[in-house]
């Protein structure tokens, strides 16, 4: 779903500023290699670093939105993220419970 | 206006309601690191503060989110913090993702040492680029003799766009795509060759990468050099007396006419000549062109025709009104045909050995040089052998890059002079290199034409400075001369769309310069080419003037020599063969 949310703006980004124009396709990047299980843990620390500035100083609220997407998942969904990384997910996307927990806030 | 009390880092400030976060803290001692924002982009009041590259963020108490300070104004009471570990993360960060997609080849760029990205990274101590992934390999678009765009150098800044729409309002380039997709291009997709640019050079200059600027033609320069068979002649336009020495630690606007002939001198040059000498020649031409016009009821207000990204301009957009410029070539497509026609026959050189160099302030000049009408020596000749009028235009940086390359010590060279001919330019054409400069210098001499008398003063103050539309009328005898200037071609659009409505029927002689400034200004000088720069260079201009001991182009004693030895009178047959030329309306907003 981050995924698809990442997909979703980089097809409506103006392209004006640098984390949303540029950053939303690294994260998205970073993102797909934890899907495929090829992520590094230090892949993992950059995307959070990422995420947190490009929730902090995108132009627009687009912007800010995928870093903040991104950041609330690797808060929330940290159990869904190792799954992936140790080779298969357990559960189909979006039931992990994490989600609830962005949803309530 | 009411003022606003902020506090930055600690510091309470008071500034007027509206200022930015970022002048705001200038004014208590604090840098906040900038690049896409520019205060002034050729003129004054164009601004470019689009906050695009995030690197100016800060934070701002009681606000979840990082603020750009370059298009925030300070709010009463706001507590700004420029410099917390987060802020200088997510600067360090922003510039990271930017270099991510960036071909890094900084030894081999053009921008190498004038970068304001390289320089700006090594400020914030940029050491790594973490976040890595897909780099874009865009075509690199050389179609113009003028501008090069490498677009995968490009920050997306937009400052070119400013430029080219805001300044000089061409509207050849756009921001186009979305997302990671997004590029600057020319207009449509097109390469810029295609499009409405006009070379002016702009967009090279507010550039802060290597993504734009001038073609490089320095390499067809030391290859003539080099040639034995080849007389390798060189000619230097009034603007670049003022400017080259800034690239060498010179104070902007110091006068370095003789360093600049000696340095040409010794990177192998056959004869040095100036394009002052040219610039002289352009007024007698022009000058009595305009008493001609006025005296049989010819097209008026006449325009000039020295700047040649002005000319596309009207081509462009004004075809209409393309009767009204006068029809003589600039100084340097005067130079050229003169060089290969009276100076050969002077010095017995064969005309086909001989290559002319201009060495110019302006990125337009390569693209005029280039016009295939501009090869008036063949013609005269009727010898398809001798190649076109100029073969080679230099802008001042790349003149720069030739000292620098045969290690010259340019600040310590002794004064050397141009050489005989060709070589002898007076204050009138000196002040070719600043806007209203032209104009001032056809005044000197076409009051004195027409009257019969001395030109009680001869400084036509009204038409100096970097005021964007200026007007000045003189006395000639009960004649009332009127005339306007304007640099910038935002500028000309204003006075041209009047001159269309007819609104300036009583006006006689209308100056255009594309760049703002004048050539001074152009799109080939050193950069940084600010306003600051810009109204020192023009000080320099008006200081050399002044000390140089003829004033008027009629009475240089070259020009003088040449009419009677070759051309015999202004507006003659071989003025017309050689010195004057038509235009080409293009276009398709028309
Ligand atoms: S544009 Fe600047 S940072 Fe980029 S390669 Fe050139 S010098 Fe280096
Ligand atoms: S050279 Fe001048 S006209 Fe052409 S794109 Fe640049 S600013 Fe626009
Ligand atoms: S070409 Fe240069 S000025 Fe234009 S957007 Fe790119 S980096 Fe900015």
Known sequence: ??????????????????????????????????????????????????????GASSKC????????????????????????????????VPANPGWKAIVLK | MANITCTIDGQRVSVPEGTTILNAAKQVGVKIPTLC???????????????????????????????TSCNTPVEENMIIHTHTPKIIAA?????????????????????????????????????????????????????????????????????????????????????????????VRPKGGLPLIETQCVACGQCALVCPTGAILEKDDTGTVWKALADPKKHVVVQTAPSTHVTIGEAFGLPVGTDITGKMVAALKRLGFNAVFDTNWSADLTIMEEGYELIHRIKNGGVLPQ???????????????????????????????????????????????NPEDIFVVSIMPCTAKKYEAARPEMNAAATYWNNPNITRDVDVVLTSRELIRMIREAGIDFANLPDEPYDPLMGEGTGAAQIFGATGGVMEAALRTAYEVITGKTLPKLDFEDVRGMKEIKEA??????????????????????????????????????????????????????????????????????????????????????????????????????????????????GKSN
């Open chain 2, 37 to 67: 924002y520019l205060e002034h982009v050729g003129l004054r009041h164009v601004k470019h503060e689009v906050g695009e590259c995030r690197v100016c963020v800060v934070e701002v108490e009681g606000k979840k989110d990082f603020v």
């Open chain 2, 303 to 349: 325009f000039t025709s020295c700047s040649p990204g002005w000319i596309k301009f009207c081509e462009e957009f004004y075809p209409d009104l393309l009767p009204h410029i006068s029809s003589c070539k600039s100084p340097q497509q005067m130079f050229g045909p003169i060089a290969k026609t009276y100076y050969a026959e002077k010095k017995g050189i």
């Open chain 2, 473 to 586: 009328s003189v006395n000639m005898n009960g004649l009332t001369v009127k005339v306007l200037v304007a640099h910038s071609l935002g500028a000309a659009r204003q006075l041209l769309d009047k001159v269309r409505a007819g609104e300036l029927k009583d006006y006689h002689f209308i100056e255009i310069m594309a760049c703002p400034g004048g050539c001074i200004g152009g799109g080939g000088q050193p950069i940084p080419t600010t306003v600051e720069e810009r109204e020192n260079r023009i000080k320099g201009i008006y200081e050399r003037d002044k000390k140089l001991k003829i004033r008027k182009s009629h009475e240089n004693p070259e020009i003088q020599a040449i009419y009677k030895e070759f051309l015999k009178e202004p507006l003659g047959h071989k003025s017309h063969q050689l010195l004057h030329t038509h235009y080409t309306p293009r």
């Open chain 1, 61 to 92: 609220d687009l912007g800010k939105m995928a870093g903040k997407a991104v950041k609330f998942t690797l808060q929330y969904c940290k159990d869904d993220i190792d799954a992936h990384r140790n080779g298969g997910c357990g559960y189909s």
């Open chain 2, 91 to 183: 600067r360090k960060l922003n510039l990271e993702m930017m270099l991510s997609d960036h071909h890094l080849d900084c030894p081999t760029c053009p921008k190498n040492g004038i970068c304001e990205l390289q320089k700006l990274c090594a400020e914030l101590n940029v050491r790594q680029i973490r976040p890595q992934g897909e780099k874009k390999e865009l075509p690199i678009d050389d179609s113009s003799p003028s501008i090069i765009r490498d677009p995968n150098k490009c920050i997306l800044c937009q400052r070119c766009i400013t430029a080219c729409r805001v300044l000089q309002t061409v509207d050849a380039l756009e921001l186009y795509g979305n997302g990671y997709d997004a590029v």
């Open chain 1, 1 to 54: 779903m981050v995924d698809f949310f990442l997909d979703y703006t980089q097809k409506n980004s103006c392209g004006e500023c640098v984390p949303c124009r540029i950053g939303s396709k690294r994260m998205q990047e970073i993102v797909k290699k934890i899907s495929n299980g090829s992520v590094s843990e230090e892949e993992i620390s950059i995307l959070n670093e990422l995420s947190e500035v490009i």
